[in-house]
């Protein structure tokens, strides 16, 4: 399905807003904790302009921060200004199409879109980055959210940077790769590694089996791990005026693992039944065996086939799975088990335990009737071996973003917290941040923080505490 940025308006909370605002007193039904204070920081798809052919995920990026301080909430938002939005912002229009394609009315001197930076935005080493997988991550200026331009740690590194990199609880290291790391549509993947000081103390460059679409990777203690899945790159696809990107499954799934300080010529390639994953809750090692688990769809949402025919809707959902990988059997298989029925979405965990064995997980959950995107309508909580823990359903027609874990304190216990995400109510076109209890969800938001405007559904955010 290729999908226009405005597609589906009326039904859901897909189509951007036309304006950046501060609010400074935002009313709050109930009482917010006294411990939340910081900012949440919230990135999604909002196109400037609305372009032909032009698929969800590549919309410019617009950031959300709800800043919480001693009971009280502010809102501001603004674009990323990236030199696409740039550019077109110059223009008055659309010059670019899906996936950086040059529209055929732009400007001649135009070589590239410069990039979308709308899929997540993280705080590591002092720098907050708006970051999105075909560019480098763009600098923005906490509070006032001004974009301060690409950063490639004094050029350190190069080319597409994850949307996804992880941050180890332990070492403070941020750990990342990007994909299409030879040019577009290619097999290469670059990785790498930047201290808690900001230094960029790796990075490295190997072929995959070939060219995927790769959202997200795999960080444990002590490895590394790379999923290769058949959403393909194709430069000959791209140049017949076909989409780049199209689910192959005959092309396999294969994850890739390495020894987090090993060479990329060691890594050993898993097989497995093909699949798609957007997202990793956590991983973590037990003895010889490496556990991830993940968002697993039996086949991937939002793309068609080569041929242009489209999955099927009822593969076309993630369930919380469990990949296994045994680091010291005579096999190049791993396994993949279901954990749960649940149609869901966009996982979390207390990152204080992130590559480390984990009790507690959150994701958003959707109605399985309904398109998988635009659709996630509650929230579930997991334990550290999958089953339910706890289900929020939100009133008919309303959806939820992903829910962020912030802990109580920095001695917590894990999953002693909060969780924030944003909310659209359908009735009234507007949206809440509403801030729940993560050990009762159950129990519904204990405050609503309330905007007069929507916030679109979008990707990813994070909380950042207050200095």
Known sequence: MQQNAATNAVRTNLAPIPFECDAPYLKVVGELPRELNGTLYRNGPNPQFDAPDAHWFVGDGMLHAFH?????????????RTPKWQAEHDAGRALFGGFGRKLPDAPAGLTQDGGVANTNIVFHAGRLLALEEAHLPTEIEPGTLHTRGYCNYGGGIAGPFTAHPKIDPVTGEMLFFGYNAAGPLTPALSFGSVNASGVVTRFDRFEAPYASMVHDFVVTEHHLLFPILPVTGSMERAMRGRPPYAWEPDKGAYVGIMKRNGKASDIVWFRAESC??????????????????????????????????????????ARLCRWSFDLSANTDRFTQTYLDDMTGEFPRIDER????????????????????????????????????????????????????????????????????????????????????NAGDVEAGPVALVQLGHRVPDGFHGNWVGAA
């Open 68 to 80: 919480l301080e001693n009971g009280r909430a502010s809102y501001r938002n603004r674009w990323v």
């Open 276 to 317: 798609y994953v957007f997202h990793v809750m956590n991983a973590w090692e037990e003895g010889d065996r490496i556990v991830a688990d993940v968002m697993q769809f039996e086949e991937a949402p939002l793309f068609n086939h080569p041929d242009g025919s489209p999955t099927d809707p009822k593969k076309s959902r």
């Open 353 to 436: 335990r992130a590559g480390l064995q984990s009790n507690h997980g959150w994701y958003a959950c959707a109605n399985p009737d309904l398109p998988m995107f635009g659709a996630l309508s509650g929230i579930v909580h997991v334990d550290g071996s999958g089953s339910r823990l706890g289900q929020y359903l939100l009133p008919a027609g309303d959806s939820i973003s992903e829910a962020v874990f912030v802990a109580r304190g920095d001695e917590a216990a894990e999953g002693d917290g909060w969780l924030l995400a944003a909310v659209w109510r359908a009735r009234d076109n507007r949206s809440d941040l509403a801030v729940f």
